[in-house]
């Protein structure tokens, strides 16, 4: 019995130590996104049913979509300000 957790502490210990480790953590944020990536790509999650909206739904995002083209982008989103976060004007 003793032995059994001595050998789950050490193996505690040498997990946290290695998420500890940056380039460990990045790599496997790395392999994690690469295989979420993957799923999506090969679709091999997907919803065997077929999903469509309804007309009254479609019409209502094509109007949300026609409402977005009356407002200007914000200056901010452009990449010209020289702060990072946006103006110093306090936006």
């Not at 990449?79 to 004007?89: A, K, Q, T």
Request: glycine share 8%; proline share 5%.
């Amino acid at each position: 019995m003793n032995v059994w957790i001595t050998i789950l502490l050490l193996g505690a210990c040498c997990g946290l130590q290695a998420a500890e480790d940056p380039r460990h953590a990045r790599h496997e944020r790395q392999r994690q996104s690469e295989q979420w990536l993957s799923i999506q790509r090969e679709g091999s999650q997907a919803s065997r049913h077929a999903q469509s909206a309804t007309p009254a739904e479609r019409e209502l995002a094509n109007q949300r979509w026609l409402e977005s083209y009356k407002y200007a982008i914000p200056e901010r989103y452009y990449g010209n300000d020289p702060e990072p976060g946006g103006s110093s004007s306090g936006q």
